[in-house]
């Protein structure tokens, strides 16, 4: 089941005028639930969980 979490109106509204969002926060929240969610669709999904995604953004 998913619950509907308040920021997803935000991360909307940013990713009109923003090419990259950047969401962090405590362990076990929902934050990639949330951001997969939303990713559905026309948007990517990037983790920084993989070394080689994550060595290409340092």
Request: hydrophobic content about 35%.
């Amino acid at each position: 089941m998913y619950i509907k979490r308040h920021l997803e109106t935000t991360i909307e509204k940013l990713s009109g005028c923003c090419k990259v969002l950047l969401v962090t926060g405590p362990r076990q929240v929902g934050k990639t639930t949330l951001l997969r969610r939303l990713a559905e669709g026309n948007r990517t999904y990037v983790t920084m969980d993989d070394i080689s995604t994550y060595a290409a953004w340092q």
